[in-house]
């Protein structure tokens, strides 16, 4: 290992592992091309997400069934939602990528919130998969989308957090 992969952030490793074309912030001339990186994988993850959630669950009693799909519905609009938001960002002439430099900090942090992301979009899909079984009572899946939930909103704070980074001034 050089002293430079020595020194950088553990979230900025994870990224550049789990993302073609990531390779950071640190130089205004790779941020844009970073930034439209991390949110086309997101975007990517999350279709697959929507089409997992396209599946057929079901309840156990008939009677649960409209919850269940209600479930599936709301989570999905979410997922919508954080996409579009990835897809058209606000921020895109903001001088953040033409900074000649940026914070170790800010960067740091920045790297954690897309790491962290990434992780709550495996999270989702582990929950989303362990719901393809034959029949679930209204108290499993109900559960699975009390978690699945969380994750969502885990995404939207940090989608938040980096956003606020990325437009806020040095």
């Known amino acids: 290992m050089t002293e430079q992969t020595l020194n950088r952030p553990a979230g900025?490793?994870?990224?550049?592992?789990?993302?073609q074309d990531y390779e950071g912030y640190d130089r205004s001339e790779t941020r844009k091309k970073t930034d439209a990186a991390v949110r086309c994988y997101l975007i990517s993850r999350i279709r697959t997400l929507l089409a997992e959630l396209g599946s057929q669950f079901k309840a156990l009693d008939g009677q649960d069934q409209q919850r269940l799909e209600d479930l599936v519905k709301s989570t999905k609009r979410k997922l919508n939602t954080i996409r579009q938001s990835l897809n058209d960002p606000t921020y895109i002439s903001v001088n953040f990528f033409n900074f000649p430099d940026i914070s170790d900090q800010r960067l740091r942090r920045i790297y954690d919130l897309e790491s962290d992301m990434l992780d709550e979009t495996l999270n989702i899909d582990e929950e989303v998969m362990s719901m393809k079984q034959d029949k679930m009572q209204k108290d499993e899946f109900e559960d699975h989308f009390l978690q699945?939930?969380?994750?969502?909103?885990?995404?939207?704070?940090?989608?938040?957090?980096?956003?606020?980074?990325i437009l806020g001034d040095e």
């Open 12 to 19: 900025l490793e994870k990224l550049t592992r789990r993302i």
């Open 148 to 165: 699945i939930n969380n994750f969502i909103d885990e995404i939207n704070q940090s989608l938040f957090e980096r956003e606020a980074l």
